[in-house]
C-alpha cells in the first residue's frame, strides 16, 4: 500500500486502512468524530533546528483547507470532508522557517476511513523571512539566488540606521505603519506601500500628517495630531532621516525578521484549523475579507471587499457559497436574528428577497450618509454603531426604524471599535485618544478612560468580559515590541497592562470567550490570554496575513477572516475557524452563545420588525446632544 515518491515522502491510500485500525492514542474514536468525515494522519522527518512545522491538507474539490502541527514527527487532522486533497509539509507563518520550500503529495480522504502521508524532510535550508501579515513577493538576501526583481530583505538596524531620526519613526509613524512601509517604496494598497518621495515630497507628507487635517478628518472636529507628539526641531529631523533613508534612490526592502514568538507543543498538538476558500476570478479579481458574522441557523457572513463586492454567504457544513453580487464593500457586518444583514454605510440587506435599505441623515445644519464602521445588537435589538469619519456614535431603534446619533466628546476619539458589556453600556474603541470611552444610554453619558498616556497608539476594537471588564489592544505604539493588551477595570479605572511579547504583534481584537478567556487578533496569529495565571497561547494561521476581528463560538471556536492574504497576496476571500481541542469538534455551524455580548441574535424585544422597503430611509441629522463636542473643544483650549 506504500508508495515513495522522488522527494522520499511515503503516502497510503486510505481505502485499506479502516479507523478501526488507528494506533491507539494516535487518534479519537468514531463516535468523536462528525459523521461521514475522514481523518489524516502520519510521520514527519526532520531536523529540529527547523523550527515549528505544519500540515496543511486543501480539499481541492471544495476549497477547503486543514492545518495542524507537526509534535515530537507526528500529526492528525480530523473530521476532514471526504474528497481530493493536496498534503502540504511547510513552515508555519510567523516563525523563522515560513519560507522552508514546502513539500506536496496527494491523497484522497474517504468517509470513515484514515489517510496516511508520511514526510521526509531533506533540504532543510530556511531563506530568509520577513515579519507582518502582508505579503512583499520576490524578496531574498540568499547568497546562491538571482538578483531579485523587486527588493531584498535586510535587518532591523539597516533598513532604519539608530539615531534621533529613527526614535521619532518609532515613536510616532508606527503607531499606524507597519515595519516594512517605509522601505517598500512601491506603490500599492494601503498600508503596504508608497510612492518613492525625495525630501520635499517627505516635507508634504510630514505636514500633511502632522499639521492636518490629515486622515479621517471633519469639519469643526480635531486632527488626530496631537502637537505634544513632535518637539521643536523634530521636524526637520524627520524629513531628512526619511530623505536619506527611503528617498527615490532607495531600493525597496523589508526588514528581516529575527526572532519568532514562543509556541507551545502541547497546545499545538490540540489545535486545528479550517480554512473555507473562495478563489479570485475574473469576476471577481481581488477579493478580500474583513469580518465574519454568525446567522442563527448556523451559516455565516462576510463581506467581498474586491473590486466587485458581495455580501458573501458560507454554510460552513458543507463548504457551499454564495455570493450577493454588488453589496459588498466597508469593514463590518452583522447578522439579525431574521437572517438579513447590516453593514457598510448603513445598510440592511435580505439575502432572501434582494431587498436593500441604505439609512442617511437628513436636513441641512449637518447633512451625510450614515456610516457604520462596527456595529453590535443591545439586549433588545437596537444596533448601536461607530462613525469614524464623524466621529460620532449612532443607534439604529428597532421600533421606529430610525437613526439616533452622538457627536462624541472627546478630542481626537475617532470611534473605531464598538462593544456592550452585559448592563447594555456601549464602548467605543478611539483610534488617536489612547483610549476607550462609554456611553450610558440611560444617562446619556460619555466618559473617557485612557489605556496608555501614549498617542497616537490605535486601539482598533475591544470586548467585555462577563465581570464587566473591558479588554483592548494597541495596534500600533512606540517602538516595535511593545504592543500591549489592557484590562479596564471600570469602576476603579484601573488599568492593567499585559504585553503580548511577539515582535511586530499588530494586535486588532481582543475578544472574550463564555470562559473569559481573551482572544486577540494579530498578524498571523490568534491569541489565548487565560486571566486565572496570566499566561498567553500562541496560535499560528494557515497563512501569512492580517486579522481584523474575531468571532467566537458558543462552543469555544474562534472564527476570522485572513484580510491581509486577500489583500496583498492573492488568496482570495476566506472564512477561517480554529478548534482549540480537534478532538472536542461538536459541529461545523457557527453560532453566538447566549451568554455572549460580542454577538448577539436573541434579542429582549418582541414587537415586529421593521418592513424593509429596498429605498433609502431618512432620519434627522441633528446629534441628540448638540454643542457637546464644542463644549468639550472650547474646555480643551480649542485644540486642533
Not at 459523521?35 to 514527519?44: E, Q, R, Y
Not at 522527518?45 to 496543511?56: E, H, W
Not at 469643526?220 to 531628512?240: C, F, N, Q, T, V
Not at 442617511?360 to 464602521?373: I, S, T, V
Request: charged share 20%; glycine share 10%.
Amino acid at each position: 500500500m506504500g508508495l515513495t515518491n522522488a522527494r522520499g515522502i511515503r503516502w497510503f491510500r486510505p481505502a485499506a486502512v479502516l479507523l478501526a485500525t488507528l494506533l491507539a492514542g494516535l487518534a479519537p474514536a468514531l463516535a468523536e468524530q462528525l459523521p461521514g468525515m475522514g481523518l489524516l494522519s502520519g510521520n514527519v522527518t526532520a531536523p529540529k533546528s527547523v523550527g515549528q512545522l505544519s500540515i496543511y491538507a486543501l480539499n481541492t474539490d471544495k476549497n477547503i483547507g486543514y492545518q495542524v502541527f507537526v509534535v515530537d514527527g507526528r500529526y492528525r487532522a480530523t473530521n476532514l470532508f471526504p474528497g481530493h486533497y493536496a498534503v502540504t509539509l511547510r513552515g508555519t507563518a510567523g516563525q523563522l522557517n515560513w519560507s522552508l520550500k514546502p513539500q506536496t503529495v496527494k491523497a484522497e480522504i474517504q468517509s470513515g476511513k484514515l489517510a496516511r502521508a508520511d514526510f521526509k524532510l531533506k533540504d532543510s535550508r530556511i531563506p530568509p523571512t520577513y515579519p507582518g501579515g502582508m505579503t512583499y513577493e520576490g524578496f531574498s538576501d540568499r547568497p546562491d539566488d538571482p538578483p531579485q526583481p523587486v527588493g531584498r530583505i535586510e535587518p532591523y538596524d539597516s533598513v532604519y540606521p539608530p539615531g534621533p531620526g529613527r526614535h521619532i519613526v518609532e515613536r510616532i509613524c508606527f503607531a499606524c505603519h507597519e515595519v516594512s512601509f517605509f522601505s517598500y517604496n512601491v506603490p500599492r494598497t494601503f498600508p503596504t506601500g508608497h510612492t518613492a518621495l525625495d525630501k520635499d515630497g517627505w516635507a508634504i507628507t510630514v505636514d500633511r500628517m502632522s499639521k492636518g487635517p490629515g486622515l479621517f478628518s471633519a469639519p469643526g472636529k480635531a486632527s488626530y495630531w496631537d502637537a505634544k507628539l513632535m518637539a521643536p526641531g523634530e521636524r526637520e529631523i524627520l524629513i531628512d532621516y526619511l530623505a536619506e533613508n527611503f528617498g527615490p534612490q532607495s531600493v525597496p526592502r523589508v526588514v528581516r525578521q529575527e526572532s519568532e514568538p514562543r509556541l507551545d507543543p502541547k497546545i499545538l498538538d490540540k489545535a486545528e484549523f479550517v480554512e473555507y476558500r473562495v478563489p479570485n476570478t475574473p469576476d471577481f479579481p481581488k477579493r478580500a475579507t474583513h469580518t465574519i458574522t454568525f446567522n442563527a441557523d448556523g451559516t455565516l457572513y462576510t463581506l467581498d471587499r474586491g473590486s466587485r463586492g458581495s455580501v458573501l454567504w458560507i454554510d460552513p457544513t458543507t463548504g457551499a457559497h454564495k455570493d450577493h453580487v454588488d453589496h459588498g464593500g466597508g469593514e463590518g457586518i452583522t447578522a439579525d436574528r431574521d437572517g438579513t444583514v447590516w453593514y457598510g454605510a448603513l445598510r440592511h440587506f435580505d439575502p432572501k428577497t434582494g431587498l436593500l435599505d441604505e439609512y442617511q441623515y437628513k436636513g441641512p445644519e449637518h447633512p451625510r450618509r450614515a456610516l457604520a464602521l462596527t456595529s453590535i445588537f443591545d439586549s433588545r435589538g437596537d444596533l448601536w454603531s461607530t462613525d469614524l469619519v464623524g466621529g460620532g456614535l449612532q443607534k439604529w431603534d428597532r421600533k421606529t426604524d430610525s437613526l439616533l446619533w452622538w457627536d462624541v466628546p472627546v478630542l481626537r476619539s475617532r470611534p473605531y471599535g464598538i462593544t456592550l458589556d452585559h448592563n447594555d453600556k456601549v464602548w467605543i474603541a478611539e483610534w488617536f485618544s489612547g483610549g476607550v470611552t462609554s456611553f450610558d444610554p440611560k444617562t446619556q453619558r460619555f466618559r473617557h478612560y485612557p489605556l496608555t498616556p501614549l498617542a497616537p497608539t490605535n486601539i482598533r476594537r475591544l470586548g467585555a468580559d462577563s465581570k464587566n471588564f473591558i479588554w483592548a489592544c494597541t495596534w500600533g505604539a512606540p517602538g516595535i515590541d511593545s504592543a500591549a493588551l489592557y484590562r479596564l477595570n471600570p469602576d476603579t479605572g484601573e488599568v492593567q497592562e499585559h504585553k503580548l511579547d511577539i515582535l511586530y504583534a499588530h494586535p486588532y481584537d481582543a475578544a472574550p470567550d463564555d470562559e473569559d478567556h481573551i482572544w486577540v487578533a494579530t498578524d498571523n496569529h490568534i491569541l489565548r490570554f487565560d486571566q486565572t495565571t496570566n499566561s498567553w497561547a500562541r496560535y499560528p494561521v494557515p497563512t501569512r496575513t492580517d486579522i481584523a476581528r474575531l468571532s467566537i463560538t458558543g462552543e469555544g471556536t474562534v472564527w476570522f477572516a485572513e484580510r491581509g492574504a486577500g489583500q496583498t497576496s492573492g488568496y482570495g476571500a476566506v472564512a477561517v475557524a480554529l478548534y482549540p481541542d480537534k478532538d472536542q469538534i461538536k459541529t461545523f455551524a457557527a453560532r453566538y452563545s447566549e451568554k455572549s455580548n460580542h454577538g448577539r441574535t436573541v434579542y429582549a424585544y418582541h414587537g415586529p420588525d421593521a418592513t424593509m422597503t429596498g429605498t433609502v430611509k431618512l432620519s434627522s441629522a441633528t446629534p441628540q446632544n448638540p454643542g457637546a463636542y464644542a463644549a468639550m473643544l472650547s474646555a480643551a483650549g480649542g485644540a486642533q
